[in-house]
């Protein structure tokens, strides 16, 4: 299932989640990179692939995806070049500050492999761009790479930021990272806050314009730790479905809602109306953009606290928060 058109589903089913800066140029092939600073301890990185080891710190990162983008971004880091997500505003993804020179990698069937490996990267990470192992083989052949992990689990972008800490030398300045973009959530869930969400359940889900809903099924991915940071659990039916199935992302029908919020992948709002039972639902429908979905839907240190100012004044209406 595609990562960046999950939508969102709160309560008994909520349904809840680069174009920016860069140069388009690459005619020639940047230098090689100078000599790196070798790390005291070796960062080994196990993904879906095995495990890659580095051994210096890298001078030259490519990006492959939005999370990876968004962690080197907060940890300081300007990566030399990076994936663009075409679905978002031209403007460029609204959380996000990119270098000017970096270069851009467009979205395609396809990771350009060569392109990549031009530029004479030093580390190449992805979260989920690298699909197939024999793409993996191929940059990894030339260049350290990190690949997602298994089961195609959004990663936690807690676990990101770590990661980077250890290849940068700088664990501190990752811990602050992370409690800098966790502080808003934990007040937000705080009791004074949204008591009312915990214990309540919530599902994220996409809905594919023509074919069905399908939701994630797996407590650990990722994208669902925004929502367990409120108490809330995904919805049982859900969990118990992707048991016996044993998928991570399983099709379902429309569930009863309190707060149901879509991303519609090959469609408009319009074609909700196509949803059996969707006009009978009960609560709150809102429809979201594909920033908003995407910065749930992919997590980020950058991408919460925008996640959690847009998605505010629903949770305070599945909450029952007066005068929401």
């Known amino acids: ?22 140069s388009d140029s690459d005619d020639k092939a940047p230098a090689a990179p100078a000599a790196t600073q070798t790390l005291s301890t070796p960062v080994a990185v196990r993904h879906a692939y095995g495990s890659t080891t580095i051994k210096t710190v890298p001078k030259r990162i490519v990006t492959l995806d939005l999370q990876w983008t968004d962690v080197m971004l907060a940890m300081g880091v300007k990566p030399i070049a990076y994936a663009v997500d075409p679905g978002m505003p031209a403007a460029g993804v609204p959380w996000e500050k990119l270098p000017a020179d970096a270069t851009k990698i467009p979205a395609t069937d396809g990771l350009p492999v060569e392109k990549i490996l031009a530029m004479h990267p030093d580390l190449v990470v992805a979260a989920y761009a690298i699909r197939d192992e024999e793409t993996y083989k191929l940059l990894s052949a030339g260049v350290p790479t990190i690949a997602g992990p298994p089961n195609d689990q959004v990663p936690a972008w807690q676990d990101l930021t770590r990661t980077t800490g250890k290849i940068f030398n700088d664990t501190a300045k990752a811990d602050q990272v992370i409690s800098a973009a966790d502080a808003p959530v934990a007040a937000a869930a705080a009791a004074k806050e949204l008591p009312q969400l915990k214990g309540k359940s919530f599902t994220l889900a996409q809905y594919i314009v023509g074919d069905a809903m399908y ?23 859900v969990l118990d479905e992707a048991k016996r199935t044993g998928t991570t992302r399983v099709k379902v029908s429309t569930e009863r809602a309190d707060l149901l919020a ?63």
């Not at 990562?3 to 969102?8: D, E, K, N």
């Not at 589903?9 to 680069?18: E, I, K, P, S």
């Not at 039972?277 to 594909?290: E, K, M, N, R, W």
């Open 262 to 324: 879509f991303l519609i992948n090959g469609g408009d709002a319009s074609d909700l109306n196509d949803v059996p039972g969707f006009d009978q639902l009960p609560g709150t429908v809102a429809v979201l953009d594909y920033a908003t979905i995407s910065s749930l839907n992919t997590p980020s240190p950058l991408s919460i606290p925008y996640a959690l100012d847009r998605l505010r004044p629903y949770l305070d209406k599945a909450a029952g928060k007066v005068g929401a």
């Open 215 to 237: 939701v994630v099924g797996d407590p650990n991915d990722g994208s669902s730790r925004f929502f367990e940071q409120f108490g809330m659990k995904i919805y049982q039916p």
């Open 1 to 22: 299932m595609s990562r960046t058109v999950l939508a969102l589903v709160a309560t008994v089913l909520v349904a809840g989640a680069a174009a920016a800066c860069g």
